[in-house]
């Protein structure tokens, strides 16, 4: 109270007095006038203010009127694998064919690509992936005689032993087993069918719309069937798992069966694996129906490839499948450069701001950077869109804009364009408070 009392004994009190009744109190009806402005106008500001906003909201979503810039900024100098001379593969054996650039899921070449058909063994794939994703190796399975039950090719599992399940899925995917992936779809999902659903669920996740998995082993069944490009996504993901990666790459592995000792020794028939640089498998298959298949995958420094070739040959031509794996990896390592299209940080042309408080523009910026294979004769446009104008208020990080990368005229990627700076809304409140800090308070104020 004492502090109150103080200030209205004070010089400072004295001014303001001066200010507003030296002012006024000759004249009463000017100074109930100018208390009912008051009065009015903080009745209506608040209202009105929220009404602006929602106003500029509408504006910023509805009626942007967009402008669109081309901009080329691929850096020549960006890493290159090999030189540009590969031609496109066109004297393939597989009816089905696709490469992908497994880092980002880009189809590089596709032959009928998207044609349901069965894959075979190449179903190991995700028969493996479920179960590093839902079991613990370690755990010890006991053999069905259903598992027992499955055509060669077998690792002649007998019903009633025990195994370690982690041993099981050498003998899956360097020998491509049947009864063991039996004995691993039992152990992990409680029934074939069960596990099949896992498989399923795990497809749909991916992308692999158009992928139906009816065993773990990939007998010829009408409902079992996938496109060379769900598998390539399939595979592309699973070579993304450390453990998986460890497994397919193994030369030789040896285990024994858990109640007799029996010994066993599985070899990786995987041929490409030792033939080609860089070279990380995956899986072959063959079934009357599917004839011959293979998922390879190959790793460099600055680029990963996934290819699949389905139904390349049949018997004798076992070797089909292996030359068409070649040609489209020389074609994904030699025909593409990897080159960085789109830089983080880059930035563009500033944007005025309205009705703002600090006044002037935002420059709109990229807060990722983005590389490709691109490959000879591609074209890489870039579509910027951005509002020639926006109201505050703007939120520093906020997104403003977009970038749409294109590879010849089919769209890649878009990325979001963001606001470098903050604006702060300059609303009738903001200013009626100013006045009154200026004129009656005597504060210095900026608008």
Not at 14 to 40: H, M, N, R, S, T
Not at 91 to 114: F, H, I, P, S
Not at 265 to 280: C, E, P, Q
Not at 328 to 334: R, S
């Amino acid at each position: 109270m004492q502090v109150g009392m103080s200030f209205f004994h004070s010089d400072r009190w004295q001014q303001i007095k001066v200010i507003l009744f030296g002012k006024y109190i000759e004249d009463p009806a000017a100074l109930w006038l100018f208390a009912c402005f008051v009065v009015l106008a903080c009745a209506i500001i608040y209202p009105l203010d929220q009404r602006m906003q929602k106003q500029s909201v509408m504006t910023t979503t509805h009626t942007r009127n967009l402008y669109e810039i081309v901009y080329d900024k691929t850096d020549d100098s960006y890493p290159v694998d090999g030189e540009v001379t590969q031609e496109v593969p066109t004297q393939l054996y597989a009816k089905y064919a696709l490469l992908m650039d497994a880092t980002n899921r880009r189809v590089l070449y596709e032959k009928d690509g998207y044609e349901q058909v069965p894959m075979a063994s190449t179903t190991k794939i995700m028969t493996l992936l479920v179960a590093l994703e839902h079991a613990n190796p370690d755990t010890m399975v006991t053999v069905s005689e259903y598992a027992a039950s499955m055509p060669k090719v077998k690792l002649q599992v007998k019903a009633g032993e025990q195994y370690r399940l982690g041993d099981l899925f050498y003998s899956l995917m360097l020998e491509s087993h049947n009864d063991s992936a039996v004995v691993i779809a039992e152990a992990v999902g409680g029934s074939v069918e069960e596990f099949a659903r896992l498989m399923n669920e795990k497809a749909q996740a991916l992308g692999a719309m158009h992928t139906n998995f009816v065993t773990p082993n990939g007998l010829d069944d009408e409902q079992h069937y996938t496109t060379a490009y769900d598998l390539a996504l399939i595979a592309s993901n699973a070579i993304e798992n450390p453990e998986f990666c460890k497994i397919i790459q193994t030369p030789s592995y040896t285990f024994h069966e858990q109640t007799t000792g029996r010994s066993f020794t599985v070899n990786n028939k995987d041929r490409f694996l030792t033939s080609y640089d860089g070279a990380i498998g995956i899986k072959t298959g063959f079934t009357g129906n599917a004839g011959y298949c293979f998922v390879g995958a190959v790793r460099r420094e600055d680029r990963q490839l996934v290819s699949v070739v389905l139904a390349s040959g049949w018997p004798p031509n076992k070797t089909y499948k292996w030359k068409d794996t070649m040609q489209l990896m020389n074609y994904g390592t030699k025909a593409f450069q990897l080159k960085e299209v789109v830089k983080e940080g880059t930035k563009f042309q500033p944007i005025p701001v309205t009705d703002s408080i600090e006044g002037g523009n935002v420059t709109p910026y990229t807060a990722e950077s983005v590389a490709l294979l691109v490959g000879q004769g591609e074209e890489v446009t870039f579509d910027v869109s951005l509002p020639n104008r926006l109201e505050a208020p703007v939120k520093q990080g906020a997104t403003i804009g977009s970038i749409t990368i294109a590879i010849d005229d089919e769209p890649y990627k878009v990325i979001s364009l963001y606001a470098a700076e903050k604006k702060s809304r300059l609303t009738y409140g903001y200013v009626l408070k100013n006045i009154c800090q200026k004129y009656f308070l005597g504060y210095t104020v900026d608008f």
